[in-house]
């Protein structure tokens, strides 16, 4: 894999989102930040985010100061934190679309899948109700939300047994 530095990742409205969050413009937060949104769909545990970082950048990036950043950016909600089963905290970045997607977390298999399909009219009505309610708040004046839609239990393959 090729080397990135912290300026291949398109700063600007990296900067922005951190200035936006109330945080500071550092290398170390733009490189976190950057690969997190350059990879949206992956969540990392602490250990694996800082592997991949390690891996793909001549950045020093030391374990306390990846962690404290991470929590950072999880508090102010560009990042999203599960605890999966084994009870490990995974990031990955919010997405940054005001569009709650909802999706199901399996509690036995761990797949994370949309669940439009399933859900068929109720899913656009359920995305319609998030996007006016974020509409409602953008109105007031709240800004950099996010919507988190998840329903999570055991999937039906997992409930027939019929995942491998
Ligand atoms: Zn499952």
């Known amino acids: 894999m090729a080397k990135l530095l912290p300026s291949d990742f398109s700063a600007a409205p990296i900067d922005a989102l951190l200035t936006a ?18 990879h949206p769909d992956t969540s ?3 250990a694996q985010l800082q592997a991949a970082l390690l891996g793909s950048t001549e950045l020093a990036l030391d374990r306390v100061t990846l962690y404290r950043l991470i929590d950072r950016l999880t ?17 990955q970045a919010m997405p940054t679309s005001v569009h709650a997607i909802p999706h199901f977390e399996c509690q036995s298999c761990h797949r994370d899948s949309p669940l439009a399909g399933a859900l068929q009219a109720s ?9 006016t309610a974020l509409e ?3 109105a007031l004046g709240y800004q950099g939300m996010s919507m988190d839609f998840a329903v999570r239990g055991v999937c039906v393959d997992c409930a027939t047994g019929a995942a491998a």
């Open 123 to 131: 899913g656009d009505d359920l995305e319609r109700a998030a996007q």
């Open 44 to 46: 990392y545990t602490h």
């Open 136 to 138: 409602a708040l953008k």
């Open 75 to 91: 508090q102010v909600g560009l990042l999203l934190c599960r605890v999966d089963a084994s009870r490990v905290r995974r990031y």
């Open 21 to 38: 969050h109330g945080l500071r413009r550092t290398s170390a937060a733009r490189l976190v930040l950057g690969w997190l949104l350059a």
